[in-house]
C-alpha cells in the first residue's frame, strides 16, 4: 500500500510542480480539473448517502467560481449570486416533480460549490500573490508535512483517539506530532525560501504560520471524514491508487489555502 501511495504521489508531483513553476493558465487549468473531479466525487458521496445534489451546479457552479475569481474578481460575486438563484431554482423544480427532499438536496448543492469553488478558488489566489510561486511552497508543503508527521507519528505511537467517530485511526499523538513538525517544516521552509532570493521572510514567521496550519489544516481532514461518514464509505473515489480520491487528497489543501492566503496577506505582505 504504501508503495502505491508513493508511486501515485509522484505521477501527481510530475503533474503539479510544472504547473505551480509556470503559474498562469497551466495552474489553473491543473487546480481547476483536481477541484472538480473532487466536487464529482463530493455528489457521489452525497447520493450514497441519500441525497441529491446538482452534479451539473456542483461540478459546474466550482468551474464557474474558479474561472470569475482568476479572471473576472469583479465579477465573482455576481456569479455566486446566480448560482444560488440558479440552484434554488433547480431544486424547487425538482420538489414539484416529487422530490420531498429538495430543500435539502439545495443546502448539499449549496455546500458544494461554496467549499469546492469559492474556498477552492484561494487556491488559485494563493499563486497569483507577487511571488506566488514562492508563497506556494511556504503554504502548501508546510500542510503536506504536517499530514505526513501526523500519519506516520500516529500509526507508531498513537494510542488515543483524537475523534473516534469520524475518524477512529487518527490520535492526538499524530495530531501533536503533526504541529510539532508542521511548525518546524514552516520554519524550514522559510529559511529555504529565504536563502534561495524569493521571499524576504524570517525563520520565526514561517514557523508560526507552520503551527497554524498544522493547528487548523486537521479539520479540513475531519470535515471529509464527517460525510464520508454520513455516506457510509472509506474514500471519496478510487481515482488515486492507495490515496482514495481528489476529495481526499483536497481536504487539507482547501484549508491550508484560504488560511494560508489571509495569513500572507495580513501579517506578511
Not at 508503495?3 to 510542480?17: E, N, S
Not at 507552520?210 to 471524514?225: F, I, N, P
Amino acid at each position: 500500500m504504501l508503495g502505491t501511495r508513493v508511486i501515485a504521489a509522484l505521477i501527481l508531483a510530475a503533474i503539479g510542480i510544472p504547473a505551480v513553476i509556470l503559474g498562469g493558465m497551466p495552474y489553473f487549468l491543473v487546480i481547476t480539473l483536481f477541484l472538480c473531479l473532487a466536487a464529482w466525487e463530493y455528489v457521489q458521496l452525497f447520493k450514497t448517502a441519500g441525497f441529491q445534489a446538482s452534479s451539473l451546479f456542483v461540478v459546474g457552479g466550482t468551474a464557474a467560481l474558479l474561472v470569475s475569481r482568476a479572471y473576472f474578481p469583479a465579477d465573482a460575486g455576481a456569479v455566486l449570486a446566480i448560482l444560488i438563484l440558479a440552484g434554488m431554482g433547480w431544486h424547487l423544480v425538482a420538489y414539484e416533480e416529487g422530490r420531498d427532499q429538495a430543500a435539502t438536496d439545495f443546502a448539499v448543492t449549496l455546500g458544494g460549490f461554496l467549499y469546492l469553488g469559492w474556498l477552492g478558488a484561494y487556491l488559485i489566489d494563493l499563486r497569483n500573490l507577487p511571488n506566488g510561486m514562492w508563497w506556494f511552497w511556504l503554504i502548501l508543503p508546510s500542510v503536506w508535512i504536517a499530514d505526513s508527521a501526523a500519519y506516520f507519528i500516529g500509526k507508531a505511537f498513537g494510542k488515543q483517539p483524537l475523534s473516534p467517530r469520524l475518524s477512529p485511526k487518527k490520535t492526538w499523538e499524530g495530531y501533536w506530532g503533526g504541529v510539532l513538525f508542521g511548525t518546524l517544516g514552516g520554519a524550514g521552509l522559510a529559511m529555504l525560501c529565504h536563502w534561495l532570493g524569493g521571499l524576504d521572510i524570517l525563520w520565526w514567521k514561517g514557523a508560526a504560520v507552520g503551527l497554524m496550519l498544522a493547528v487548523l489544516t486537521t479539520l479540513g481532514d475531519l470535515g471529509e471524514s464527517m460525510i464520508k461518514r454520513q455516506a457510509g464509505v472509506k474514500d471519496s473515489s478510487n481515482l488515486i491508487p492507495g490515496h482514495g480520491g481528489f476529495f481526499d487528497r483536497f481536504d487539507t489543501w482547501l484549508w491550508g489555502g484560504v488560511i494560508g492566503y489571509f495569513l500572507i496577506v495580513w501579517f506578511l505582505l
